[in-house]
T-cell receptor
Framework: QKEVEQDPGPLSVPEGAIVSLNCTYS??????FMWYRQYSRKGPELLMY????GNKEDGRFTAQVDKSSKYISLFIRDSQPSDSATYLC????????????FGTGTLLAVQP | DTEVTQTPKHLVMGMTNKKSLKCEQH?????MYWYKQKAKKPPELMFV???????INESVPSRFSPECPNSSLLNLHLHALQPEDSALYLC???????????FGPGTRLTVT
C-alpha cells in the first residue's frame, strides 16, 4: 500500500465550478500536510500548509484535514482557467529531515 | 519573500560533460533539498542538507554530487550522465523543523 494515494485525474470542470481534490494516507504519524500547484514545466508552488485537523482558508482555496479518517482535501471555489494545473498533495512526518511524501498529482483543467 | 532561485533554466549536456546546477535562497532556511522530476510524475527526493551537512542521500548514483558551500547555496555537480537522467531538477528549502518546503523553478536538463 502506498503511503499517500491521490487520484491522478484528469479532472475537467467548467469555469466557476467548485473543485474538490483529495488524498488519503496510511500512516497516522504524518504531522504536516501541504498542497502544491504545478504548472507545466514549472516548479511546484506551495498553496496551503497545515499541521492540524480542520479547515484552513486562503482566498478561493480551503484545505481540510481529517486525521481520524487519514484524509485531506483541497477545495477551489469559483474555479478559473488559470487554475488549470497539476495539484500535488504532500505529507511530512516532521523532524529534522523534513522528507516530503507526495501523492501522484491530479491534473485539473478548468474550461472557459 | 519565499523565493528559491535556480540556474540555469535549461541545460543540454553530452554524456561526457561535467556541469553544475546552482540553487540559492535568502529566507534563512537551514534545510535544502534536491529533487528529480520526470514528466507526469511527482518529484523524487535525491538529497537533503541540514545545517550544511548532508543528512539524506536517497541512493543516488555517484554521477550526481551535491555540495552545500554555505547555508544559502546548494550545488549539484553532474558528470557522465545518461540519457535517462534527463528530467526537471528542483531545489527546495525549509526551516529545519517545519514541514513546508519552498521550491525553485527548476532546471530542465537534457542529456544527449
Amino acid at each position: 500500500q502506498k503511503e499517500v494515494e491521490q487520484d491522478p485525474g484528469p479532472l475537467s470542470v467548467p469555469e466557476g465550478a467548485i473543485v474538490s481534490l483529495n488524498c488519503t494516507y496510511s500512516n497516522s504519524a504524518f504531522q504536516y500536510f501541504m498542497w502544491y500547484r504545478q504548472y507545466s514545466r514549472k516548479g511546484p508552488e506551495l498553496l496551503m500548509y497545515t499541521y492540524s485537523s480542520g479547515n484552513k482558508e486562503d482566498g478561493r482555496f480551503t484545505a481540510q484535514v481529517d486525521k481520524s479518517s487519514k484524509y485531506i482535501s483541497l477545495f477551489i471555489r469559483d474555479s478559473q482557467p488559470s487554475d488549470s494545473a497539476t495539484y500535488l498533495c504532500a505529507l511530512n512526518y516532521g523532524g529534522a529531515t523534513n522528507k516530503l511524501i507526495f501523492g501522484t498529482g491530479t491534473l485539473l483543467a478548468v474550461q472557459p | 519573500d519565499t523565493e528559491v532561485t535556480q540556474t540555469p533554466k535549461h541545460l543540454v549536456m553530452g554524456m561526457t560533460n561535467k556541469k553544475s546546477l546552482k540553487c540559492e535562497q535568502h529566507m534563512g532556511h537551514r534545510a535544502m533539498y534536491w529533487y528529480k522530476q520526470k514528466a507526469k510524475k511527482p518529484p523524487e527526493l535525491m538529497f537533503v542538507y541540514s545545517y550544511e551537512k548532508l543528512s539524506i542521500n536517497e541512493s543516488v548514483p555517484s554521477r550526481f554530487s551535491p555540495e552545500c558551500p554555505n547555508s544559502s547555496l546548494l550545488n549539484l555537480h553532474l558528470h557522465a550522465l545518461q540519457p535517462e537522467d534527463s528530467a526537471l531538477y528542483l531545489c527546495a528549502s525549509s526551516q529545519n523543523n517545519r514541514g513546508e518546503q519552498y521550491f525553485g523553478p527548476g532546471t530542465r536538463l537534457t542529456v544527449t
